[in-house]
């Protein structure tokens, strides 16, 4: 019932060759495969019968097994090597160990060669090699901080190439140092935390730090940092990316939103650039900086406001002329570009203000125009640097923002400075208009109240001012009305009001006076200066006024009375003939309304046909 085997070593070696899953061929002498098993027929992708009987170097293409044979006197085994066999399409790595065997005197028997496939092994190295060289280079080409820190004792184990960019510090000086000792001492206690929670999780973890930079200053740093396990040492990787810049862009962002909302809330000018150009000096690390504003006569600069620089040197740049060679700020201000000053000491736009700009440590600066949304010259912005240089390209677009908002504060505070005046003056004359005469005579009756004084209202009208018009024009009557104005204000004292209350009518505030006689010396005064040649065009004329005047509190206790009264003063001095002053009189206002009532009953005559005519003259006129 049972067969018994006889286990011979012939028997047993042939099994162990059936089953091994390396391929084996047993060469003669000579190089030829006597015997070979089924893992290397299927290596080679070859039945026994194509490989028993040929040359072994041959069927592997592999020289080396000429070589074994050639060498197999010297009695010692040949290495393992590698060498790659082509089956059809696809390139196999083989192994191949051969070893020598002899017989009891020594002789060669035959040479036994084990062949292992290791393409796959190769090519999971390969694909290994080929992914630890992508994590190098990423690694070493990447443009944000990679580093490694020792969760055992805090010291930095790794830092990639950017370090050194974006610190200024060489790797060597640090790997192995504390991770903290970077840190700014402020920040140390948020960073020894921030590792530890780190390290406790496997969630990114991401922290703002500053970090020492090798210039002596800080950089704002953004980490992610997550925990890695190895088997010498408990550790911490992560990425630092600098956000210094884009920080202070927020931060200057959030500055000019700021300036700009006050822009919009009506914020003194002053105050606006003031905080501007505070703004801006801490910024730009603490850079002088300065706004000048363009003078009303359009040839100076006036101090509109500064950070940084010595007021002494604001005061002596007060009011500094605008010229070709006007230093930086008014040589801008003259070719409305732009001027780039990097060294005071030896640029010849500074001749005249060298020495005072040396005084005061001021080695460079650049300044340009602040231009109105029309392109009106409005000042300039200038920022200076202690020591000769040209600014960067984020300096230069530093300047031209910081102008451009400056323009906007000065632009919009003009514009509000002008409603303001077309709201209380004549936009013709510049005099005060009918709204700011009755608010000042207003104030002046109650002061005169208080005090028991007497004031004076005079209503002027110009004496036949259309003949001027239709003879020039009313572009050229604009102007002699412009002209009248000026003299008018030079003719009366200084706390009296001058006033536009439309067409070529005018009316005169007389505060404090002691009586009716000081108002009759400025009514005689007005007229007499008035008096004179008026050159119009190419044409000359004489200009003359009829002037009334009204007394408080003889004529009137209240705004309203006062300049009705003067009013009719005025109309009275027509009537006597014109170019002259009139008091008023109570029987004036009586006389004046029964003449309104004759002209109206006269014009209702005509319209009823009520007149009947009784007369009618005839006259020979030669």
């Known amino acids: 019932r049972h067969r018994l085997v006889d286990i011979t070593p012939a028997f047993a070696a042939a099994r162990v060759m059936a089953t091994m899953t390396e391929g084996v061929l047993v060469l003669d002498s000579g190089g030829v495969i006597r015997l070979a098993n089924g893992a290397a027929t299927e290596l080679l ?23 074994a044979v050639k060498h197999a006197t010297d009695r010692r085994d040949i290495p393992e090597h590698q060498t790659h066999f082509n089956r059809g399409d696809d390139v196999r790595s083989l192994t191949i160990s051969t070893s020598v065997m002899r017989d009891r ?36 080409g990447a443009p944000d901080v990679i580093f490694s820190v020792s969760l055992e004792d805090g010291t930095l184990l790794s830092l990639n190439p950017a370090f050194e960019r974006v610190t200024g510090w060489s790797r060597a000086e640090w790997v192995g140092t504390p991770f903290v000792a970077l840190i700014h001492p402020d920040d140390r206690a948020a960073a020894v935390e921030a590792v530890g929670r780190a390290g406790r999780g496997a969630v990114p973890n991401a922290y703002e730090l500053r970090v020492s930079h090798k210039s002596g200053g800080y950089l704002t740093a953004e980490f992610t940092s997550f925990p890695q396990q190895a088997a010498e040492n408990r550790g911490l990787s992560g990425v630092a990316r600098d956000v210094t810049e884009r920080k202070r862009a927020q931060a200057l962002l959030t500055a000019e939103k700021h300036v700009l909302e006050a822009v919009a809330r009506g914020a003194a000018l002053e105050d606006v650039l003031l905080n501007l150009t505070q703004t801006i000096h801490d910024h730009a690390s603490g850079m002088p900086c300065s706004v000048l504003l363009l003078d009303p006569d359009g040839a100076h600069l006036r101090r509109g406001a500064a950070s940084g620089l010595p007021a002494e040197y604001s005061d002596e740049v ?58 009106k ?39 509000e400075e002008t409603i303001r005046e077309l709201a209380f003056h004549d936009s013709l004359t510049g005099l005060p208009n009918r709204r700011v005469f009755r608010d000042r005579l207003t104030m002046a009756l109650a002061q005169a109240r208080r005090n028991n004084d007497m004031l004076a ?36 004292r200084e706390g009296d009001t001058v006033a536009r209350m439309g067409g070529d009518e005018f009316t005169v505030l007389l505060p404090s006076i002691v009586s009716e006689v000081d108002a009759m010396d400025a009514a005689e005064r ?11 065009g190419e044409q000359e004329f004489f200009v003359t006024a009829s002037l009334g005047i009204a007394v408080y509190p003889n004529d009137g206790e209240d705004p309203e009375g006062l300049l009705k009264r003067a009013d009719t ?19 004036m206002t009586s006389r004046i309304s029964a003449r309104v009532r004759q002209e109206g009953d006269l014009r209702r005559a005509l319209e009823r046909q009520e007149f009947r005519l009784h007369f009618q003259p005839q006259v020979a006129v030669d």
């Open 105 to 140: 005197r020594g002789e060669l028997v035959a040479l036994v060669c084990v062949i292992r496939d290791v393409t796959e092994r190769e090519r999971a190295a390969a694909a290994l090699r080929d992914s630890e060289a992508r994590y190098r280079n990423l690694v070493e």
């Open 318 to 375: 007060d009011g500094i002329a605008i010229g070709p060679s006007a230093g930086s700020c008014g040589t801008a201000a003259y070719r409305r570009r732009p001027v780039i000053v990097t060294n005071i000491e030896a640029d010849p736009l500074w001749d005249e203000h060298r020495a005072l700009a040396l005084r005061h440590g001021l080695k460079a600066c650049w300044s340009t125009p602040i231009l109105s949304s029309k392109g």
């Open 569 to 587: 003063a005025m109309y009275r001095a027509k009537e006597l003939g014109r170019n002259r002053w009139q008091l008023y009189e109570p029987g």
């Open 377 to 415: 010259l409005l000042g300039t912005f200038a920022m200076y640097f202690g020591e000769p240089r040209a600014p960067t390209e984020e300096e230069l677009e530093l300047v031209e923002r910081t102008s451009h908002i400056a323009g906007i504060a000065i632009d919009r505070s003009q514009a």
């Open 457 to 492: 209202v005079m209503f002027l009208d110009l004496d036949h001012f259309k003949v001027v018009n239709d003879a020039v024009g009313h572009s050229e009557g604009d102007r002699l009305l412009q002209a009248i104005s000026g003299r008018l204000s030079e003719l009366v």
């Open 526 to 536: 007005v007229l007499t200066g008035l008096t004179q040649s008026w050159n119009v």
């Open 45 to 67: 992708g070859r039945p026994r019968t194509e490989l028993v009987g040929r040359f072994a170097y041959e069927e592997l293409e592999d020289p080396d097994i000429r070589e």
